[in-house]
């Protein structure tokens, strides 16, 4: 049976882009429409906090955990010492244990200037799996280009973490192209939450995700979070290792 993950990423604490550059709290409060349509398809996602920029209210978090999402770490630091301390935010906040990580890179805007500039403060956070293992991560969902094609465990003396692959970004995908995406055994989708409703100048992507729900349900699909896909198939890895 084919497999996805879905993960949303939720880098700001408005979807208003105006508010989050005037820098004004708003405990991501309009993420409760992505759990809103969620629970309407019987979907399960992975969500990446950000609790140094876009710390979630405990409302925000609380009906994450009730409707059975994970919820993983959107680092902003790439140093073991500084996402250690991320994580022990959003775990203090959320009183969760939190297993995995990606690291928050540029958006479009820092991309072009990186493109244009080639000055390395816009090209994102450069992190890598052995910050994450060092740090105490199960697994990291960062979905680095030139990662293996499938979930891959990483060794280091004691430690080790699992290393996704690089996921579909289906912010800018067109309808016509949703079932290209499922051409792999194993599919990692991720979109951001505040594009949804439009964002700046971008066009709304909420009927793309609202499609892809939709071709989830009717397609004959196992539904996993990370931690989920690791319970039921990292056996395998460490064997592998073995």
Same mark, same amino acid.
């Given at each position: 049976?084919?497999?996805?993950?879905?993960?949303?990423?939720?880098?700001?604490?408005?979807? =208003?882009?105006?508010?989050?550059?005037?820098? #004004?709290?708003?405990?991501? !409060?309009?993420?409760?429409?992505?759990?809103?349509?969620?629970?309407?398809?019987?979907? !399960?996602?992975?969500?990446?906090?950000?609790?140094?920029?876009?710390?979630?209210?405990?409302?925000?978090?609380?009906?994450?955990?009730?409707?059975?999402?994970?919820?993983?770490?959107? /680092?902003?630091?790439?140093?073991? /010492?500084?996402?250690?301390?991320? *994580?022990?935010?959003?775990?203090?906040? +959320?009183?969760?244990?939190?297993?995995?990580?990606?690291?928050?890179?540029?958006?479009?805007?820092?991309?072009?200037?990186?493109?244009?500039?080639?000055?390395?403060?816009?090209?994102?956070?450069?992190?890598?799996?052995?910050? /994450?293992?060092?740090?105490?991560?199960?697994?990291?969902?960062?979905?680095? +280009?030139?990662?293996?094609?499938?979930?891959?465990?990483?060794?280091?003396? *004691?430690? =080790?973490?699992?290393?996704?692959?690089?996921?579909?970004? #289906?912010?800018?995908?067109?309808?016509?192209?949703?079932?290209?995406?499922? *051409?792999?055994?194993?599919?990692? &989708?991720?979109?951001?939450?505040?594009? &949804?409703?439009?964002?700046?100048?971008?066009?709304?992507?909420?009927?793309? &995700?609202?499609? #892809?729900?939709?071709?989830?349900? *009717?397609?004959?699909?196992?539904?996993?979070?990370? +931690?989920?896909?690791?319970?039921?198939?990292?056996?395998?890895?460490?064997?592998?290792?073995?």
């Amino acid at each position: 049976m084919r497999k996805v993950t879905l993960r949303v990423d939720v880098d700001v604490p408005h979807s =208003s882009l105006l508010k989050n550059k005037l820098r #004004i709290s708003g405990g991501c !409060k309009y993420f409760d429409k992505v759990l809103k349509v969620c629970e309407e398809h019987g979907i !399960k996602i992975a969500v990446m906090f950000r609790p140094l920029h876009a710390m979630p209210s405990e409302e925000i978090i609380n009906a994450t955990l009730e409707h059975k999402h994970e919820i993983c770490l959107h /680092a902003d630091g790439v140093s073991v /010492a500084g996402l250690s301390m991320e *994580k022990r935010l959003l775990e203090e906040h +959320t009183k969760v244990k939190i297993e995995g990580l990606g690291y928050h890179g540029g958006d479009l805007i820092d991309t072009l200037a990186f493109k244009v500039l080639r000055r390395e403060k816009y090209r994102g956070n450069p992190g890598t799996p052995f910050q /994450a293992m060092l740090a105490g991560f199960k697994y990291d969902a960062t979905g680095y +280009t030139n990662a293996p094609e499938t979930p891959t465990l990483l060794n280091m003396e *004691k430690n =080790s973490v699992i290393v996704f692959q690089q996921h579909a970004t #289906i912010d800018w995908i067109s309808l016509e192209k949703i079932e290209s995406l499922f *051409k792999n055994d194993y599919t990692i &989708l991720a979109f951001h939450s505040n594009y &949804l409703h439009g964002y700046g100048l971008r066009k709304p992507t909420f009927p793309i &995700l609202k499609s #892809i729900f939709q071709y989830i349900r *009717k397609t004959d699909l196992e539904q996993l979070t990370f +931690t989920q896909w690791i319970t039921r198939y990292g056996q395998t890895l460490q064997q592998n290792k073995s």
